[in-house]
């Protein structure tokens, strides 16, 4: 890759990084809707589980 | 097409914009890819998926803050053999899990990495005592 | 028809009546307040091609090169002027007191790599290899090892880093961090300064490229301070305190 084609990607690419993941947000946030915070319960107790048995080692 | 003396916006020059030894960029790009930060796009169109990836997300964190801390106790020598090993047991079989739910969400392959700079450094043991 | 938002401006600011946005579309702009944002009317979702990035660039940079702008993130379309009118009230503290702090400012981007045969090899100062039969210790030796590189890498991302805020010095009115250590890449960080001192940094970086020959230092920019936007996520903020120029941070 010649040097000149590596300084314009990669100025490209800090340029697109910037534009489409940064900057000014104006639209609305993520919201959670009521069957996803089940989703949360399932995964927690996954770790709850784990915690639990760590602290019977410990013990 | 005739330019009036008030013209369009300026156009854009993105030349000299970069210094550096950018054949060493080139190298490290060709070996690993485009390497940065992994974030999560919370407008995927599939939102379930987005949730779910979040709350893997959480999951996979506090796997790594469980994981530093039986590793301090076993550098600071508070472990038995056998704790020891009954502990790695039991994050092997956390892993084993959480591999489960990711591919139960269709999310294998997938980075569960949060973006959480100072955060996510808790998980690597990292000294913070910073002044 | 829909509108696609270029960038966020004092209200008293008019960009000319000649400049083009997407799709040859006329600008307008839509106040709240004492600020505004920069629009044109679009049919449908922009095209994400180089031509479309390319222009909404261009506006932002052409607009602040006269006024203060904070750059909106590109692909921002609000059905109307009336939802326009709403985003902008409903974040019109943290835009206006934006444009105050970053409006006039640029943004360098800098990028460390690790040179190949600079570095140094963690693995010889890892801790020797303990024997162990069992899986459940097997695995967590291996995790404590990842562990221990780990941390030895982010430690030296972290002098670089220091280093390179004793470069930019007091020219500097903040600092974006992101502390990498992946594969060959170190960290990434982003300083926001007066465009007029771009010069200044590059060269004080150059200087720095001397003494740290183990590293490969790649500086981009000026740009439009994306990273400095409030309420992002994405690099964190790492302590002030850190910076020694403390008077030049806004508190």
């Known amino acids: 890759m010649s040097q000149v ?3 314009q990607e990669f100025t490209l690419l800090e340029l697109l990084d910037r534009m489409i993941d940064r900057g000014v947000v104006l639209t609305g946030d993520l919201t959670i809707s009521v069957a996803d915070v089940d989703l949360v319960a399932v995964a927690l107790n996954v770790v709850i589980a784990s915690v639990e048995r760590m602290a019977e080692l410990e013990a | 097409m005739h330019r009036d003396i008030h ?3 300026p156009d854009l020059d993105l030349a000299r914009r970069t210094s550096g030894d950018l054949d060493e960029l080139a190298r490290a790009a060709a070996v690993q890819g485009r390497a940065g930060p992994h974030r999560i796009d919370a407008n995927e169109q599939n939102a379930g998926k987005g ?5 893997l997300s959480l999951v996979e964190l506090l796997r790594r803050l469980l994981e530093n801390q039986a590793i301090r106790k076993m550098d600071a020598g508070a472990l038995t053999d056998e704790q020891i090993e009954r502990m790695g047991q039991t994050f092997l079989k956390l892993a084993d899990k959480l591999a489960e739910l990711k591919a139960a969400f269709g999310l294998e392959g997938e980075d569960l990495d949060l973006e959480l700079g100072s955060i ?3 998980t690597d043991g990292a000294d913070h005592g910073q002044p | 028809m829909s509108l696609y938002v270029y960038a966020i401006v004092d209200r008293a600011c008019d960009p000319p009546a000649e400049w083009r946005g997407l799709a040859g579309a006329p600008l307008s702009t839509i106040g709240v307040r004492s600020i505004a944002a920069v629009v044109s009317e679009i049919a449908g979702p922009p095209r994400r ?3 479309a990035l390319v222009r909404h660039e261009a506006l932002v940079e052409a607009l602040a090169a006269h006024h203060r702008a904070l750059p909106v993130r590109f692909g921002t379309v609000l059905c109307d002027a009336g939802a326009v009118e709403q985003a902008l009230s409903e974040r019109y503290e943290s835009l206006a007191a934006d444009l105050v702090r970053i409006g006039g400012h640029v943004e360098l981007g800098i990028v460390a790599l690790w040179r190949e045969d600079g570095r ?3 693995n010889a100062a890892a801790q020797p290899a303990e024997p162990a039969s069992r899986a459940g210790a097997r695995y967590l030796q291996a995790r404590r090892r ?3 590189r780990a941390s030895a890498g982010k430690a030296a991302a972290r002098q670089l880093a220091s280093e390179l805020d004793v470069a930019v010095g007091d020219r500097a009115f903040d600092r974006r961090l992101s502390v990498v250590n992946e594969g060959r890449l170190v960290m990434r960080a982003a300083y926001l300064v007066a465009p007029a001192d771009a010069a200044a940094i590059r060269a004080a970086i150059d200087e720095l490229r001397g003494r740290r020959r183990d590293v490969a230092i790649v500086l981009s920019g000026p740009w439009p301070p994306y990273s400095f936007v409030s309420g992002q996520r994405g690099m964190e903020v790492e ?5 020694r120029h403390a008077p030049r941070y806004p508190q």
């Open chain 2, 51 to 55: 949730i779910a990836k979040l709350v």
């Open chain 3, 49 to 51: 091609d180089t031509t």
């Open chain 2, 120 to 122: 996510g450094d808790l």
């Open chain 1, 5 to 7: 084609s590596a300084e």
């Open chain 2, 7 to 9: 013209s369009d916006v």
């Open chain 3, 120 to 122: 140094e090899d963690v």
């Open chain 3, 239 to 243: 302590p002030i305190g850190m910076i």
């Open chain 3, 146 to 148: 990842d562990h221990a």
